[in-house]
C-alpha cells in the first residue's frame, strides 16, 4: 500500500485531512470527514443541591444551557412517573443512572428497573466498587460474575448494566490494568463508562487506546477535562487529546451519549456545566 503523498494528494485531501495524513493522525482525519451527531447528556450530581428543592427548574436550564439528556445518581424520593413529567417538560431524555451494584441485585433490582422504564433509561451505571476490589484478582472475578448476572437479568428489559471508572481502576494485577481485566471478565452487554478527567489522573493511561482495546464497550462516556497545569480548565482549554479520545470512541467505541460532568468551586454549576459544553461542541466544529 502507498504511503507517500504526493502533492496533488495533499491537494485532494485539503487542509486539516492533509495535515492529519502528513502526521499519521487518523483521529484528525475523521475530524476531516465530520463528526457524528451524538447526543450530549450532562450527569446530575453536579446540580445535586439545586435538585434537592427544585428538578424542574433544574431541568429546565439544563435544557436552556442546550443539553440534550441527563444522567441521574439520585432520585430525591420522587418517583418514576414524577421524575418523566419533568423531563418531558424540559425536553430532555434520560442518558444513565449511576447504581450501587447492590441495587442490581436481589429485592432491589425490581424497584430498579421499575425507576428507570418509567423515565426511559437504558443504561444503569454501577458508579463505584469498594476499594479492596481493586486490588485483588479473586474480588475482581466475582465483582465481574455479579454484573455480568445483573446485566443478564435486565436485558430483556431493554436495558444494560454498565460500570464507571475512577482512579483505582487502573492500578495493575500481573501487569495489566485493572480495567482492562474486569473488561475480559464481563460480557460485551456490560458498558464500560470511561470517565475521561478520571483516567488522565494517571500517567501514561492511553485514553483513545482504552476506548480501541474495548471496542463496542464505550457506549457512554463521562467528557471531563483534565489539566495538570490548570485543574480549573474547561474543555478546550485543558491537556486531552480530545481528536483522539472522540475518534475513537465513535469509530470503534460504539458511542450512544456523551455525558459532560464538571464542578468548579465558586462557579455558578449549570454555568460550568454550560461552559463545558460549548467548549466541547467548539471542538467540534
Known sequence: MRTHLTRRDVLKLGGVAACAALAGRPDLLRAAAGWKKIPIGVQLWCVRKQLATDISGVLGALAAAGFD????????????PEWRKHLDSAKLKACGFHHTLAELQGEKLAATVEFNQAIGNAYLIIRSLPADVYTS??????????????????????????????????????????WNLFADATTKDVVLQLDT???????????????????????TMHIKPYSKANPNAYIGADE?????????????????????????????????LKANLDGFRKLRG
Do not use: Q
Not at 148 to 170: I, L, Q, S, T, W
Open 69 to 80: 439528556g441527563v444522567e441521574l445518581e439520585n432520585a430525591f424520593k420522587t418517583p418514576g
Open 137 to 178: 484478582a479473586d474480588l475482581l472475578k466475582k465483582t465481574a460474575d455479579a454484573v455480568n448476572e445483573a446485566a443478564a437479568k435486565v436485558k430483556p428489559h431493554g436495558m444494560r448494566v454498565g460500570y464507571h471508572n475512577h482512579f483505582a481502576d487502573f492500578n495493575r494485577i500481573g501487569g495489566e490494568y485493572w
Open 197 to 219: 478527567g478520571n483516567a488522565a489522573e494517571l500517567p501514561g493511561v492511553p485514553l483513545a487506546d482504552l476506548v480501541r482495546r474495548n471496542a463496542g464497550r464505550t457506549v
Open 240 to 272: 486531552l487529546d480530545w481528536p483522539a479520545i472522540m475518534a475513537a470512541a465513535e469509530s470503534v467505541g460504539g458511542l450512544d451519549w456523551y455525558i459532560v460532568e464538571y464542578e468548579r468551586e465558586g462557579t455558578p454549576p449549570v454555568e460550568a
